[in-house]
C-alpha cells in the first residue's frame, strides 16, 4: 500500500542567535589589563600598551549595544527600516528617558573608520588647538558632536584622535552603553536578561556584570 503524502512540512525548532553577551568576557579582560598596572603616556600620544586595549574596548563596547539594539530591532520594531544607533535616536523621539549614546558613537567611528590626524608633537596648549584631521570622514554625528579644534566631543569631552583616547574615555563609553540598556529595560525595549550575564574578573576569578564594569577603573 502506498504511503499517504499530507504535504504538511515537519515543524522546526528556531534558535535565534544574538551575540552580544558574548563580548563582555573580552571587555572585562581588556578592562583589567589596563588597570593591574599604571603607565606612563605623553601629552601627544597614549602610551602603546593602554591603547591595544583602549581602542579594542571601545569598539567591543558599542558592539554589544549594537547587538542589544538588534535584538529590539528583530523583537520590538520588525518593520523597522533603520537600525543601530538610527533605531535608538527613533526610540528616543518616543522616550525621552533614554539616554543620549551618540558620542559613544562618534568614537567608535573614529576608530573603526581609521580616522587619521596631524598631532603636534609638544606640550604647549597653544600648539595642541594645531590638530588637523587628516583622513576620515566627518558625517552628521561628527559635525554636531566634535570640537575639530580640541579634537573633542562636546559636551563630554572624549577625545576623537584615536591616539590620544585614554581610560576615561573607555570608562565613559561603558558607563553610556550601561546606561543606555538599563533605560532599555526599564522601558521594556530589552529583556532583563541582558544585564545578567556574568564575566570573571582574571585577578581573582570574581565574577561581575556589564553594570560593575566600569567601577573597576577605580582598582
Do not use: C
Not at 544607533?85 to 562618534?106: H, I, S
Not at 567611528?109 to 581609521?114: C, E, F, P, R, S
Not at 600648539?127 to 563630554?156: A, E, F, H, I, N
Not at 581610560?167 to 533605560?183: G, T, Y
Amino acid at each position: 500500500m502506498a504511503e499517504e503524502h499530507t504535504g504538511s512540512e515537519p515543524e522546526v525548532a528556531i534558535y535565534r542567535s544574538v551575540i552580544f553577551g558574548n563580548f563582555l568576557q573580552p571587555l572585562t579582560s581588556a578592562v583589567h589589563a589596563l588597570v593591574k598596572r599604571s603607565r606612563e603616556s605623553v601629552e601627544w600620544k597614549t602610551n602603546e600598551l593602554d591603547l591595544d586595549w583602549i581602542l579594542s574596548g571601545i569598539l567591543l563596547a558599542v558592539a554589544m549595544f549594537e547587538g542589544a539594539l538588534r535584538w529590539t530591532h528583530v523583537n520590538k520594531y520588525p518593520t523597522s527600516t533603520v537600525e543601530g544607533w538610527y533605531l535608538y535616536r527613533d526610540l528616543r523621539r518616543a522616550n525621552a528617558a533614554l539616554p543620549d549614546v551618540r558620542e559613544a558613537f562618534v568614537l567608535r567611528n573614529a576608530i573603526a573608520h581609521g580616522h587619521v590626524w596631524d598631532v603636534p608633537i609638544t606640550n604647549s596648549p597653544i600648539d595642541r588647538l594645531k590638530l588637523k584631521l587628516r583622513l576620515g570622514r566627518q558625517d552628521s554625528l561628527w559635525k554636531q558632536y566634535v570640537d575639530m579644534r580640541l579634537g573633542q566631543t562636546t559636551p563630554s569631552g572624549l577625545h576623537v584622535v584615536p591616539t590620544l583616547m585614554n581610560r576615561d574615555d573607555f570608562k565613559h563609553v561603558l558607563e553610556i552603553v550601561v546606561a543606555a540598556m538599563e533605560a532599555l529595560i526599564a522601558a521594556e525595549l530589552l529583556l532583563p536578561q541582558a544585564l545578567s550575564n556574568v564575566a570573571v574578573w582574571p585577578h581573582d576569578g570574581e565574577r561581575l556584570t556589564l553594570r560593575e564594569l566600569p567601577s573597576r577603573f577605580a582598582v
